[in-house]
């Protein structure tokens, strides 16, 4: 087994807005085919396929309705088998989401679950009796608003759906079913799939009881009532693990296959983490919404690597920046004004720097921005309910910018599911590709830098002391130390060097007369035999 997962770079391809190839104005399996050797020309070493099987679309896909077969938007099984041969072609592993916490409310297992109490998919998802007074079985409430439970007139009970109500939870706690979503599982892993991405990992099994969650303190009244919940009861459940256990078993019967788990959980995300990759019966890589919110400081990056590795010594995570499911870093991360591509290119250096895999979200390469979705042209309806507070998940989604001179730059030639606005047209692939000093070229470089200096894939880490806003991270591997520099301000920094240290890689700083200046956003990875001595 090479384990090849351990320093992998995972790119993250959001099938719907990635290419479109045939004027519907919606990503497909061919296009991304056909978009390839673009992500194989960044150096990385997987790709993960948001959902493209068969589904209504109510949550974009999230909410499945048969497992194993392609949605129509996206082409067929034989495109699908196009995509992946030509993908190990190119020495890219192929990972896919498995959402299967929930299903849709139209896959055929829930149509049988709702017709009665008796039938034999009956118990495949979680139902309870109302309350004496016909209230929901407890408190738990729905990430996007609301109940978690849905009451059901042919069963006259409720069932539980921890996100839209047309995404009923799956029941684990029945064999049958657990049984069924192996199977479809080991469908794709028999087509030569190298992984699968676990949606919402922490939350298949829910408490037996159902008792109700407690409150969770707060100053202030948040804006999503889900949050004002510490949720105890309805997901991180110790059972979790047997689910894992599970998956990873049936994993382990076809060589060199892995599978990543996305952790929610906002008291206990990266001890879970540490707890799900711990050993080798579980999860191979773990990754959270820690490093995906607005706060970038040092002291943020510091204490979410140093409790991972405090909580599992044997784990390992995978870190990310950017996903389809927050606004993008560059926008979280650069103030009003700021030069966003300074800030893509120290974010990357940042992240290629800390321990364990690395995922990349499609268009990051780019040093793409948030994109500002106006209230009539919203198509991610799981957050509507929150706008203006919460403007969704549409403005990470818009769809991949390959020529600023092309319709829709490039992307398609009919009208786009979602816009393709101007501040993202100008950072089509095309014109980055001209500019050697463009935020591509320098993903480029930095990713095959990390892929050449085994400190940074597999050393152990260290973080040297320095105040805000400076970081130092050390990775030290076969008595090679490896720590790179990083100032997380739009304000020239100084550090003092004492002691012998050489800057290699890519870099936006200078090293002189003992001393690093550091630009705004400026980073640099410095070589030496030991620890390096720092001040401010």
């Not at 879970?272 to 191979?284: A, F, P, Q, R, V």
């Not at 130390?481 to 100084?494: E, H, P, Y």
């Amino acid at each position: 087994m090479t384990e090849w997962w351990r320093d992998a770079v995972i790119y993250q391809i959001y099938p719907r807005s990635f290419q479109d190839s045939d004027g519907t104005g919606t990503g497909d399996l061919r296009g991304i085919t056909r978009r390839l050797d673009h992500v194989a020309s960044l150096g990385v070493d997987a790709i993960w396929l948001s959902p493209f099987f068969a589904s209504p679309d109510r949550d974009m896909g999230y909410d499945v309705s048969d497992y194993t077969a392609v949605s129509d938007i996206y082409g067929d099984i034989a495109d699908f088998d196009a995509l992946l041969a030509r993908a190990h072609d190119l020495r890219l592993r192929v990972i896919i989401d498995q959402v299967v916490n929930h299903s849709s409310d139209q896959h055929p297992w829930f149509v049988e679950s709702r017709a009665s109490r008796d039938n034999p998919k009956s118990d495949w998802y979680i139902w309870a009796d109302p309350g004496p007074a016909g209230e929901p079985p407890n408190n738990w409430l729905a990430v996007f608003g609301g109940s978690s439970w849905q009451f059901d007139a042919r069963r006259r009970q409720y069932y539980l759906h921890s996100f839209l109500p047309e995404q009923p939870d799956l029941n684990f706690r029945n064999p049958d079913l657990m049984a069924a979503v192996q199977d479809a599982m080991r469908f794709w892993l028999d087509r030569g799939v190298d992984g699968f991405r676990l949606d919402t990992s922490n939350y298949y099994m829910k408490d037996a009881q159902l008792r109700s969650n407690p409150p969770r303190p707060y100053d202030t009244f948040p804006i999503n009532p889900y949050d004002a919940q510490s949720h105890k009861r309805d997901i991180s459940q110790p059972e979790n693990l047997d689910v894992l256990r599970a998956f990873r078993a049936l994993a382990d019967d076809y060589p060199d296959r892995m599978l990543v788990g996305e952790v929610g959980d906002a008291e206990r995300q990266i001890e879970l983490m540490g707890e799900y990759t711990s050993g080798t019966d579980k999860l191979h890589l773990a990754y959270s919404f820690e490093f995906l919110d607005t706060a970038h400081t040092a002291a943020h990056f510091r204490s979410g690597i140093r409790r991972f590795q405090d909580n599992a010594p044997d784990g390992w995570p995978c870190w990310s920046f950017s996903n389809h499911d927050v606004r993008r870093h560059v926008s979280r991360w650069t103030p009003e004004g700021g030069d966003t591509d300074a800030v893509a290119k120290q974010s990357v250096a940042l992240l290629a720097t800390l321990p364990g895999a690395l995922g990349l979200y499609q268009g990051e390469e780019l040093g793409q921005t948030e994109t500002d979705i106006e209230f009539h042209e919203l198509r991610d309806l799981g957050y509507i309910d929150f706008w203006p507070e919460n403007k969704g998940r549409d403005g990470c989604r818009t769809p991949m910018v390959w020529d600023a001179s092309k319709p829709n730059a490039g992307f398609s030639t009919g009208e786009p599911w979602l816009p393709v606005k101007a501040p993202q047209a100008a950072n089509a692939v095309a014109g980055q590709e001209t500019d050697g000093d463009s935020v591509l070229h320098h993903y480029r470089d930095v990713l095959a830098f990390r892929k050449d200096t085994a400190p940074l894939r597999r050393g152990t880490t260290t973080f040297p002391d320095l105040p805000e806003p400076l970081l130092a991270i050390a990775r030290t591997h076969e008595g090679r130390c490896v720590t790179g520099l990083f100032n997380l301000s739009d304000t020239d920094r100084t550090v003092r060097l004492g002691g012998d240290a050489d800057p290699i890689g890519p870099a936006a700083a200078t090293v002189a007369d003992g001393k690093v200046r550091l630009p705004a956003w400026g980073w640099v990875w410095l070589a030496s035999t030991g620890p390096v001595d720092l001040s401010a």
